[in-house]
């Protein structure tokens, strides 16, 4: 695509309740991230795919958190049992070459969640 | 583990003037990249800039050049000419040469004034 894409955009959760929320990067991107963003603060990283290999998940917050990419391209990242907490927007980034260089990563425009 | 200090939560500048933002970060490495992102209220972070650490000249694109101090641990963002479309939050990010994330600091929120 010629973009990243995600979605939901806005998602309205009751506490308690799963959410799954997708992730398209752009075609033929080997690197995928995804990053949380509460409200007034800067993103914080989440984890990080290489292809379908999750080569680091250090920023998940807690096993309630879990992010998949079974083929290498599309992404869910997936909250169960939402709390208050987990409001926030969450923000899927893709880059082409592998780790460990300046290259540009480019980001989609996040899905707002807001648990109530 | 690197961190990135915005130190200034937000910013104004009259239309067609000059503003620069400041940006501080905490490392060990020697090699790495610094990043400047805006991003409007779409949420879409949008890369503005960056600077590869081993380069000694400052990165510039446009109306947008940065001041990189190496020894100082210093990235300002300056923006010349500043246009009512340059309102927005504006994020530094570190990302080291054998990493994989970005490291965010906490933005600044510019405001233009017509």
């Known amino acids: 695509g010629a973009g990243v894409s995600q979605s939901p955009r806005y998602k309205v959760a009751k506490r308690g309740q799963d959410v799954a929320l997708r992730c398209d990067p752009i075609?033929?991107?080997?690197?995928l991230f995804w990053y949380q963003q509460a409200l007034g603060q800067g993103p914080e990283f989440l984890t990080y795919f290489q292809n379908e290999a999750q080569l680091d998940k250090s920023g998940l917050p807690s096993d309630r958190f879990f992010a998949e990419r079974p083929e290498g391209s599309v992404s869910t990242l997936k909250i169960q049992r939402t709390q208050q907490e987990d409001s926030a927007v969450y923000l899927c980034?893709?880059?082409?070459?592998?780790?460990?260089?300046?290259?540009?990563?480019?980001f989609g425009e996040g899905s707002w969640l807001t648990v109530v | 583990a690197q961190t990135v200090t915005q130190s200034q939560p937000e910013m104004s500048v009259q239309e067609a003037e000059t503003v620069t933002l400041s940006c501080t970060y905490d490392?060990?490495?020697?090699?790495?990249?610094l990043f400047w992102y805006k991003q409007p209220p779409s949420r879409q972070m949008i890369l503005v800039i960056r600077?590869?650490?081993?380069?000694?000249q400052n990165a510039t694109e446009n109306r947008f050049s940065v001041n990189f101090q190496k020894a100082a641990k210093s990235f300002s963002l300056k923006i010349s000419d500043s246009q009512l479309g340059d309102a927005a939050m504006y994020f530094c990010?570190?990302?080291?040469?054998?990493?994989?994330?970005?490291?965010f600091g906490g933005g600044t929120r510019l405001m233009v004034k017509p």
């Open positions: 980034a893709s880059s082409f070459p592998p780790s460990g260089s300046g290259n540009t990563i480019y």
């Open positions: 075609s033929g991107h080997v690197s």
């Open positions: 600077q590869e650490a081993y380069k000694q």
């Open positions: 990010a570190y990302r080291d040469n054998a990493g994989n994330m970005l490291t």
């Open positions: 490392t060990s490495e020697s090699d790495y990249y």
